[in-house]
């Protein structure tokens, strides 16, 4: 009997001793992971004067970056965290979509994703982090408000870090020692992806749910389109409808197919070439079903050229007069941008070092493809005196070919 009893508490000091340890253990995993990203927010944001003498440009500091072993997002999650939503522009015209879900790449989302990763941003994977995205942009499309929401590092404390209620407008003077956000991140994206800004939000926030509202621009040549019938054709758009028939079905996963359309306007830029004006159309609703806007713009097209009256709108509209969607070419996605997403009193904030920083590039980005355009326009003056040579050829032959004709005919010629 004393022998059980001796062994029961040889068995009970063992378990005592696993606990021990298994605490001991995740305590060094703790210091270990706040060890490694303090190293590597050091070498993203502060870097001493002997380190910004030896970086020399964005590109070798990025392959530094690159060159950084891997990390666990899950011992991450002994850090403080805190929700955010972040503001995000890309230029679609590379990516195969916003979301990672088609398992084409690259995408938006997959690029964001390698980019919180690389700054030790990222609090658990994917799921873990209560991700959320405002919408899934087609491939080519382009946006300058996207919105996404998820947890990430944060070096405020938890109850500091998650105190707002929702739709609390928090000043920027209010974030006193927390992550810059917006510059980290931009440091790492590719060019055609940025971080706009950030703002703290509150855990019941979701990007797409907590959304009011969305605005879709869409750009295109005036050329001879007739813009009062295009006009008075997308303003029968406006208010709810059923637009099953300004969509591509999904009826695995949509079954209602309302939507509420608020704004329609069509206006036009700045932006002139070789005398033709570039116009805009502005569309803002509640939300939008797949590819909604393309198909819209497509009818208003076919509407500009006089192929159909403004008033296919309203036979489109009417599900009982057009039960079935008719055949006919979407709007090219390379136009579209998603141009902002509407939130209640949520404001984007961003620091004065990491917004210098973003309008330089954005201008650099500008006057890159102002020089390739410039460049594609000398290659259409090279091409003119060819084309006009060509053209006088061609118009010398047709003039030779008559002639020949012509002396190949018979004469009639009458005699007395």
């Given at each position: 009997?004393?022998?059980?009893?001796?062994?029961?508490?040889?068995?009970?000091?063992?378990?005592?001793?696993?606990?021990?340890?298994?605490?001991?253990?995740?305590?060094?995993?703790?210091?270990?992971?706040?060890?490694?990203?303090?190293?590597?927010?050091?070498?993203?944001?502060?870097p001493d004067e002997k380190v910004k003498e030896s970086i020399k440009g964005n590109r070798k500091s990025k392959e530094k970056i690159e060159k950084l072993q891997g990390y666990n997002t899950?011992?991450?999650?002994?850090?403080?965290?805190?929700?955010?939503?972040?503001?995000?522009?890309?230029?679609?015209?590379?990516?195969?979509?916003?979301?990672?879900e088609a398992q084409m790449e690259p995408t938006v989302e997959s690029e964001i994703f390698k980019a919180l990763e690389k700054t030790r941003l990222l609090v658990g994977d994917k799921k873990?982090?209560?991700?959320?995205?405002?919408?899934?942009?087609?491939?080519?499309?382009?946006?300058?408000?996207?919105?996404?929401?998820?947890?990430?590092?944060?070096?405020?404390k938890m109850a500091e870090a998650n105190n707002g209620s929702y739709g609390e407008t928090v000043l920027e003077e209010q974030q006193e020692g927390e992550i810059d956000y917006v510059r980290?991140?931009?440091?790492?994206?590719?060019?055609?992806?940025?971080?706009?800004?950030?703002?703290?939000?509150?855990?019941?926030?979701?990007?797409?749910?907590?959304?009011?509202?969305?605005?879709?621009?869409?750009?295109?040549?005036?050329?001879?389109?007739?813009?009062?019938?295009?006009?008075?054709?997308?303003?029968?758009?406006?208010?709810?409808?059923?637009?099953?028939?300004?969509?591509?079905?999904?009826?695995?996963?949509?079954?209602?197919?309302?939507?509420?359309?608020?704004?329609?306007?069509?206006?036009?830029?700045?932006?002139?070439?070789?005398?033709?004006?570039?116009?805009?159309?502005?569309?803002?609703?509640?939300?939008?079903?797949?590819?909604?806007?393309?198909?819209?713009?497509?009818?208003?097209?076919?509407?500009?050229?006089?192929?159909?009256?403004?008033?296919?709108?309203?036979?489109?509209?009417?599900?009982?007069?057009?039960?079935?969607?008719?055949?006919?070419?979407?709007?090219?996605?390379?136009?579209?941008?998603?141009?902002?997403?509407?939130?209640?009193?949520?404001?984007?904030?961003?620091?004065?070092?990491?917004?210098?920083?973003?309008?330089?590039?954005?201008?650099?980005?500008?006057?890159?493809?102002?020089?390739?355009?410039?460049?594609?326009?000398?290659?259409?003056?090279?091409?003119?005196?060819?084309?006009?040579?060509?053209?006088?050829?061609?118009?010398?032959?047709?003039?030779?070919?008559?002639?020949?004709?012509?002396?190949?005919?018979?004469?009639?010629?009458?005699?007395?």
């Amino acid at each position: 009997m004393a022998t059980q009893l001796n062994d029961i508490d040889y068995i009970a000091s063992l378990q005592a001793r696993v606990k021990e340890l298994e605490a001991e253990n995740a305590k060094l995993l703790s210091q270990l992971a706040d060890c490694q990203s303090h190293e590597m927010e050091k070498k993203l944001l502060g870097p001493d004067e002997k380190v910004k003498e030896s970086i020399k440009g964005n590109r070798k500091s990025k392959e530094k970056i690159e060159k950084l072993q891997g990390y666990n997002t899950r011992l991450m999650s002994h850090h403080n965290k805190r929700y955010v939503a972040l503001k995000v522009m890309y230029f679609g015209k590379r990516f195969y979509g916003f979301a990672s879900e088609a398992q084409m790449e690259p995408t938006v989302e997959s690029e964001i994703f390698k980019a919180l990763e690389k700054t030790r941003l990222l609090v658990g994977d994917k799921k873990e982090s209560q991700y959320s995205r405002c919408g899934r942009t087609d491939k080519g499309v382009s946006s300058v408000g996207q919105v996404i929401a998820l947890f990430l590092r944060s070096n405020l404390k938890m109850a500091e870090a998650n105190n707002g209620s929702y739709g609390e407008t928090v000043l920027e003077e209010q974030q006193e020692g927390e992550i810059d956000y917006v510059r980290v991140l931009n440091r790492v994206l590719p060019n055609d992806i940025r971080i706009l800004g950030w703002c703290p939000v509150p855990v019941d926030f979701h990007a797409r749910f907590s959304c009011l509202s969305r605005e879709y621009k869409y750009f295109f040549w005036k050329e001879n389109l007739n813009i009062p019938a295009m006009e008075s054709a997308g303003m029968k758009l406006v208010g709810e409808h059923d637009f099953r028939n300004f969509c591509k079905m999904d009826a695995a996963n949509v079954h209602n197919y309302r939507r509420h359309i608020t704004t329609f306007e069509i206006s036009p830029t700045d932006v002139r070439y070789d005398g033709n004006q570039l116009w805009v159309i502005k569309i803002r609703g509640s939300a939008f079903l797949w590819h909604q806007v393309r198909c819209m713009v497509a009818v208003l097209f076919l509407v500009g050229k006089g192929l159909e009256s403004p008033n296919v709108v309203d036979m489109l509209l009417d599900t009982n007069w057009t039960p079935r969607k008719p055949q006919y070419i979407m709007a090219s996605e390379v136009p579209l941008v998603l141009q902002s997403c509407e939130f209640e009193d949520i404001k984007f904030m961003c620091s004065s070092d990491a917004g210098e920083s973003l309008r330089v590039h954005l201008v650099n980005e500008c006057q890159t493809y102002q020089l390739q355009a410039a460049i594609f326009h000398e290659a259409l003056l090279s091409c003119v005196p060819l084309l006009q040579g060509a053209a006088n050829t061609s118009k010398l032959a047709a003039n030779s070919r008559i002639q020949e004709d012509s002396l190949s005919c018979p004469s009639y010629v009458t005699t007395n």
